[in-house]
C-alpha cells in the first residue's frame, strides 16, 4: 500500500489551525498551571483531586509553535538562540520574552526593550531557538 497524497484543503487546514490551550502562573502555588479552562472570561483549573480553582492571575496562550526539541512555545516563555545567518552577529547568543501583539497585524513576537521581531515557523527552523523558563522563574 503507498501512502496517500495529502488533500490540499487538509494540508492548509494543518498549518491555519492550530491547538488552543492556555497556562497560568499560580502565586499561591508558586507552579505553572496547563490545561486551563477559559469560558466567558472566567479561567479555572481542576486539580488531581477534581477541586476547582478560580485563576486570577495572567493567563499565557501556546503560540502553536515548538522549539528545536519541540518544547510548546507559550506567551511568556523565555526563548534563547544563537545567531546563525546574520555574518556580523554570527555566534552571539540571545535571550528574549514572547508576547502577544496586536496591531496592523496580531501574532506572538520576541525581543527586548530595542528589538521586536515576529515569532515564525520559518524563523524557528532556521535559528533554532529553545525554551529555557519563563518570565515567572527564569532571569531575562
Not at 21 to 34: D, P, Q, T, V
Not at 80 to 90: F, L
Request: charged fraction near 25%.
Amino acid at each position: 500500500d503507498s501512502p496517500q497524497p495529502m488533500n490540499l484543503r487538509s494540508f492548509f487546514m494543518q498549518k491555519i489551525m492550530r491547538e488552543i490551550k492556555f497556562r497560568a502562573w499560580h502565586e499561591k502555588l508558586n507552579r505553572m498551571i496547563y490545561n486551563i479552562s477559559v469560558q466567558n472570561s472566567i479561567s479555572e483549573w481542576y486539580d488531581e483531586t477534581g477541586k476547582c480553582w478560580c485563576i486570577e492571575d495572567d493567563i499565557e496562550q501556546f503560540t502553536g509553535l515548538q522549539d528545536k526539541n519541540g518544547v510548546d512555545i507559550y506567551e511568556g516563555d523565555i526563548i534563547e538562540h544563537t545567531v546563525v545567518n546574520d555574518p556580523a552577529r554570527i555566534g552571539q547568543v540571545f535571550r528574549n520574552k514572547i508576547e502577544y501583539f496586536n496591531g496592523n497585524t496580531c501574532g506572538w513576537r520576541f525581543g527586548n526593550k530595542s528589538f521586536r521581531k515576529k515569532l515564525t515557523e520559518n524563523w524557528i527552523f532556521n535559528q533554532e531557538p529553545i525554551v529555557i523558563g519563563n518570565i515567572h522563574t527564569t532571569e531575562l
